[in-house]
Every structure is written in structure tokens, then in C-alpha cells.
């Protein structure tokens, strides 16, 4: 397994603008050592796991929020339960949140360290779950952070099909009948998918050189460099969806995978707006 190739502790901004006073541990893994630390890290919590019938993938709210889980099924009672926070093995955060963490995984492009193109939230190394779930046998399961949780632990809908799927991971459920797999799969595979974004990678952009008469001498150049999101669609087309200064922007590949362009743009100029 690559190792992060180095460890660092920093002073983030906040959302104003202003200094954040505590440090932040910030772990900075190239996207390749990343890749292998969470595939590593997969295998591990998948000893755990009873096999998915449906990939968690294709019940992603993208595709499917609640297409196949009955109305009359009850909500599911998080604090007996945690299986999102073991399951899904990437969560990422915005810079505004990783601020509010004690510790972050940074993600920087192979050849180009000084690029960040992502943080997510790191995974426990013993047993591959969030590193901010705590169990505790007879008493339930709580997260560390929960009041400054990232934005796609509140954006998950406990009662969803993903939600339902993990619990089933977990032996919390019983697997679908036949009968139910089938309905499943022909309402899944019933959506279009060619408009849908298969997967996404970055890529280091443009460097450009600006120059400012202003500026004391010797620092008058300013390098600023652009990294560009591309999609592959499920039709093998690739679309440019945005460029962006890492320096003010941080994106992880798996945040618009499912989207259709549109739903990936929209998201694009939400976050570029800073809501
Ligand atoms: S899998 Fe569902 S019920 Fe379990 S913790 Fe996550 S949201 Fe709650
Ligand atoms: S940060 Fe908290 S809510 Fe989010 S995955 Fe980790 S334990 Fe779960």
C-alpha cells in the first residue's frame, strides 16, 4: 500500500473569509495512493458485508431516491444502526467544512502536488469505517462531528433506497425475494441512463501567468493554474463540465456521478455561489 506522502497541520479559512483559531490535520494522499488506500480499505469493511443484490451505486439519489423501497416502509432508526457511515467509503467535504474537522485526507494530482482536488473525511484504518463513527455495544451508534458533519452525511435520506441497501449490507434487513429483485431492477434499469454521467475525472488545466505592476518587486508575476472536470457519459461521450482555480475550489470525482449534465451544472453553479 502507498503511504500518504506527507502529513500536515493547517489553518483553514472560514466561510467569511476570516482565519479558523484550531489546526486541522490534513493528510495529503496523491489521487493513486488514495485509490489504492480505499480500494485496501473496501476490502476490509466488505469481510463485513452480505454482497448488495443491486449495486449501492445505481441507488444513488441520482438515479433512484426512493423508487424501489414501498411507501409503507418505515424510517429506519439511525442510532441502532450506522451502516452509511461504514459502507459508503468516500464522503467528501467542502473547504468550509474540512475547516470544522479535526482531521481530513486531501487529495492531490499525481505530478502536480501543489494541486488539492478534493478532501474527504478519512476512514478508519482498522476496519475501514468513517474514522468519525463510534459504536458502542447495547447503546448505538453516534458520529463524532454530527454537528459539523459534511454535507452528504446531511443530504443522506435515512429511509432512501441507498439507506435501505446498507442496512441489508449489514444483516440489519433480509434480502429482497426474487420477486422484489426483479421489480427493483426493471424500475432501476426503466430510467434513462445515457443523459447520465457514468464517471468523472480531473485533470491539471491551463498555467497561466499574470502580471501586476502593483505588486512589490520580485512578486509581480502571479501563476495561477485551472483544473477541468470531464464526464464520461453512459453513451462513452465526454463532456467539459468546469475549470476551476484549485486555489478556491475543491471537487472530488464521485460528487456528480448519476447527475445528468444539467443536475451536474446546476450543482457546479450552486457551489461556485457558495450555497
Ligand atoms: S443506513 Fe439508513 S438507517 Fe442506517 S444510519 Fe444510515 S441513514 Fe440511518
Ligand atoms: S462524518 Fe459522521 S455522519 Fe458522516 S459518515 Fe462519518 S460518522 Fe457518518
Known sequence: MSDAFFDAAGIFFDD??????????ITRLTKSSFCERITELSGVVETMAVEPQISVRFLSKYYSERQITPDTEPIPDCVTCGACCMFAGI????????????????????GAEDVAVGQVIPRDPENGFCANLRTAPGEGVG?????????????????????????????????????????????????????RISDVHIELGSTKVSFDLKAPEGEQYKEKRTVQIFARMYDETIEELHSFDPAEEAWFENELEGMTLDEARAIIEQRKAGQ
Open 16 to 25: 467569511d473569509g476570516g482565519t479558523v483559531e484550531r489546526l486541522v490535520q
Open 91 to 110: 464522503v467528501p467535504t467542502l473547504p468550509g467544512e474540512a475547516s470544522k474537522l479535526d482531521e481530513v485526507w486531501e487529495i492531490v494530482l499525481d
Open 143 to 195: 458520529c463524532t462531528v454530527y454537528s459539523d458533519r459534511p454535507f452528504v452525511c446531511r443530504d443522506f435520506d435515512a429511509g432512501s433506497d441507498r439507506c435501505h441497501a446498507y442496512r441489508r449490507m449489514l444483516g440489519l434487513e433480509p434480502p429482497l425475494s426474487d420477486a422484489e429483485l426483479e421489480t427493483a431492477k426493471s424500475k432501476i434499469m426503466s430510467r434513462p441512463n445515457s443523459d
